[in-house]
């Protein structure tokens, strides 16, 4: 199966410009982009290893099942989540996980 990143790019950037819209976006934060496996054999380790060499702070959600990539200090645009998010998604790819959206902290 391949992924369709030019749909995920453009969801990307209606979910940005939709927020922008409604309720305005800090100028820089830290992009967390969420990554689930795609088996319950799915380790997050080695993901998380590659994740760690490209920039991203990662935490495994035990609970959830799910792994969290954040990007510190970001300059808050469209582009520059979506290349946070592409690095991401083709990492979580190579792994057997898949994205699954991104959030703003702080």
């Known amino acids: 199966m ?4 030019a749909a995920q790019r453009a969801e990307t ?13 800090p100028d820089e ?13 799915s380790d997050w380790r ?13 935490q495994w959600d035990e609970k959830e099942g ?3 990539a954040t990007l510190p200090d970001q300059i808050v645009s469209a582009d520059g989540i979506w290349i946070g998010e592409e690095v ?6 190579e792994h057997g996980f898949h994205p699954d959206g991104w959030g703003l902290m702080g």
């Open 2 to 5: 391949s992924h369709d990143f």
């Open 13 to 25: 950037q209606a979910v940005y410009t939709d927020l922008q819209d409604q309720h305005g976006l």
């Open 29 to 41: 934060a830290d992009v967390d982009y969420f990554l689930v496996p795609d088996t319950a054999d």
């Open 46 to 58: 080695p993901l998380a290893d590659a994740l760690s060499r490209e920039g991203y702070d990662c």
């Open 66 to 68: 799910y792994l969290t």
């Open 88 to 93: 991401a998604t083709r990492l979580a790819l």
